[in-house]
């Protein structure tokens, strides 16, 4: 069994911009808060990251996973699926962005994530990490967009 979570906020940047920042995936140890080294093992055919390999801080310890990324144009989206986790059974999930109507320059960012521990814990302990896990991704993210941080692509 696995649990998921999905949340949205609003940042002051277009859609294609934070498309971009989650797609730079070598700048994540600038930015994303758990974060601690990236290695992009394979590139798919339009040159965005295809295999990635994170290093990351997780529950009061190191964690390595290895992620799968797909991508979408209309709407901009960004999935990924687990490969391989020290830590996870299961790590799956989403971006969206979407331009809010009526207000370029402004984009509603939907976060989804699909998690299941290696090991047992206990429900509280499993939703207060992915609250935490999601929280925080769209919080950096909203800073590293909202900055004009980090290269275009």
Not at 33 to 44: A, G, I, N
Not at 62 to 76: A, Q, R, V
Not at 80 to 89: E, H, I, P
Not at 102 to 117: A, S, W
Request: with cysteine; proline share 6%; hydrophobic share 35%.
């Amino acid at each position: 069994m696995f649990d998921q979570t999905t949340n949205s906020i609003f940042i002051e940047a277009p859609p294609e911009r934070c498309f971009e920042v989650v797609c730079d995936f070598e700048s994540y140890p600038e930015w994303a808060t758990e974060v601690k080294q990236v290695e992009v093992v394979r590139q798919d055919e339009d040159g965005r990251g295809g295999l990635v390999s994170f290093h990351a801080a997780a529950m009061g310890r190191s964690t390595s996973y290895t992620l799968e990324y797909f991508y979408g144009s209309n709407p901009l989206r960004v999935c990924w699926r687990l490969v391989q986790g020290d830590l996870t059974k299961r790590l799956d999930g989403e971006y969206s962005f979407s331009q809010v109507p009526g207000e370029p320059g402004r984009t509603e960012v939907t976060y989804h994530l699909e998690v299941q521990m290696a090991m047992p814990l206990p429900g509280f302990v499993k939703r207060r990490a992915e609250a935490r896990i999601v929280h925080t991704a769209l919080d950096d993210l909203r800073r590293r967009a909202e900055s004009g941080a980090g290269k275009p692509h």
